[in-house]
């Protein structure tokens, strides 16, 4: 399977991190592009500092993620990407910040993923934004009506209560199962309602 991942500058990071590591380990061919902002979250979720480079902060994310994942800068518009050609399984952006909604909405395609985002719309292929921002505007409410009316799978980072898990991992799990759920990509990492 190919899926593009877009990391932005919203808080999620544990999201984004399992998500590397699942897609990576599961066998899944994984472009990646974290834009400045979305460096600066992971740096600042992950390691408690804002001021570590952009660099390190994705080697540090990479580390943990055996398989083949190929890094993209956000203004490479030479990307596989970037066009409709290249062949795609699926597009998640974990997390989509306010600002990268309120752009695709727009149809304005700023970076790299953005554009990767327009193509899924454009060629009707499987895109997953996974916002989190709380509470939300009415301005934020019609930007995601906006996309899933585009075709776009509108997911929060918002985890379930009723397994009862008992640790940030768990409950960071539930929610990436279910990015997971909407690509078609196997797991085991929750359980099913009923079993």
């Keep these: 399977m190919r899926v593009f991942l877009g990391i932005t500058g919203a808080s999620g990071a544990l999201y984004a991190r399992r998500l ?7 066998g899944c061919e994984l472009g990646l592009c974290v ?4 460096a600066e979250v992971l740096a600042t979720e992950l ?3 804002a001021l570590l480079s952009a ?8 580390e943990g993620a055996p398989g083949r994942v190929a890094l993209f800068d956000p203004a490479d518009w030479h990307a596989p990407y970037a066009s ?6 699926a597009y998640v952006v974990c997390p989509c910040s306010a600002g ?32 989190r921002e709380t509470p939300l505007s009415t301005i934020q ?28 991992a768990a409950l960071v799990d539930f929610v990436v199962a279910r990015v997971l759920d909407q690509i078609g990509f196997s797991h085991e990492l929750s359980a099913r309602w009923g079993q």
């Design 20 to 26: 590397v590591e699942v897609l990576a380990a599961g």
């Design 141 to 168: 409410i019609e930007n995601m009506l906006t996309l899933r009316r585009a075709g776009a799978t509108i997911l929060p980072l918002s985890p379930g209560f009723y397994h009862g898990e008992s640790s940030v």
């Design 55 to 62: 660099d390190e902060v994705v080697a540090r994310l990479l």
């Design 35 to 38: 834009s400045a902002a979305g």
């Design 100 to 131: 990268t909604l309120g752009a695709l909405a727009a149809g304005v395609s700023q970076n790299l993923i953005h554009r990767a985002a327009a193509v899924a719309l454009k060629e009707e292929r499987k895109l997953v934004l996974c916002t």
């Design 84 to 89: 409709g050609s290249a062949k795609v399984d």
């Design 47 to 49: 390691h408690g500092d």
